[in-house]
């Protein structure tokens, strides 16, 4: 009971602190946008500042497009805050295995570029899924074994058969796409993974995962017309973006079946054993 009473408090404080983060922007932009709006001779002069104060993570693409808008504008004057507002809010979700890292990636894109994008998108991943480590071991294991009893015990005995090579079956598991990460993060300490083996099959095994995602949000804030999305350069990039997304899958069909035992898992993500139970 004392560990989630501590895992809560945590919880609240990161909440707290985000939330005080988001609530007091700088000045700066407001004043700007404020002053065009009465150079427009709008009616509502508050209505502007009110628009500028709501920040919430995008749950669409609509969300998404308004928000990078909002940051970029924001980022002309003040590049540290949008910066750590944006890394903090990052942390946040993953520590927490919150759902929604797409819809950050994409933003990463759209506010700092393809491959400054790419880098900090995999970086705060990383050090996210290792903080969500740190808390599973610290305060979770217990609760999770109570409440997810047979994946754990599935996912245990696949991490034990393939032992030898754990960390290409750790790269492989992150380059699957139906492999729920979050999943993979809580129970890490369960399955006695060490910490340089998850930190490092992170980094590399979500690098295509979060380059699709980076990519895509570096395209979206560059389309203004449907002109755009038609050009060269936005073709190539989508080529591109193709490519990448088929390797991982390339490489699971060529190293699966020769390297990684798989008993307990089909290729649809489904454990072999509730089957059998459903056709008894």
Excluded at 108 to 131: D, E, M
Excluded at 249 to 258: C, K, W
């Amino acid at each position: 009971m004392r560990s989630i009473w501590g895992l809560i408090a945590l919880v609240a404080t990161a909440t707290f602190y985000l939330y005080l983060l988001s609530a007091f922007l700088p000045p700066g932009p407001r004043a700007v946008r404020v002053h065009d709006a009465e150079l427009e001779h709008t009616v509502h002069d508050d209505e502007p500042e009110e628009e500028i104060l709501r920040l919430k993570f995008p749950s669409d693409l609509e969300e998404l497009r308004e928000l990078a808008e909002l940051l970029q504008f924001y980022k002309t004057e003040h590049t540290g805050y949008v910066f750590i507002l944006f890394c903090s809010a990052y942390l946040y979700k993953q520590s927490f295995a919150i759902p929604g890292s797409s819809f950050l990636n994409m933003l990463a894109g759209a506010l700092f570029g393809p491959w400054h994008g790419i880098l900090i998108a995999c970086t705060l991943t990383t050090v996210g899924s290792t903080n969500c480590y740190l808390l599973s071991r610290t305060f979770g294991k217990r609760h999770i074994i109570r409440i997810f009893p047979e994946k754990v015990a599935m996912l245990q005995k696949m991490v034990e058969e393939n032992r030898s090579s754990l960390f290409f079956f750790l790269l492989f598991l992150r380059f699957f796409p139906m492999t729920p990460n979050w999943f993979l993060n809580i129970t890490s300490p369960i399955l006695n993974i060490p910490i340089p083996i998850f930190f490092f099959s992170i980094l590399i095994g979500l690098i295509p995962y979060n380059f699709i995602c980076v990519r895509t949000g570096a395209i979206l804030s560059e389309i203004q017309s449907l002109d755009d999305i038609f050009s060269w350069g936005t073709l190539l990039q989508l080529l591109l973006i193709a490519c990448v997304a088929l390797l991982p899958g390339a490489l699971i069909r060529r190293y699966s079946q020769t390297y990684f035992k798989l008993d307990g898992l089909e290729p649809n993500g489904h454990q072999k054993a509730l089957n059998d139970r459903k056709t008894r």
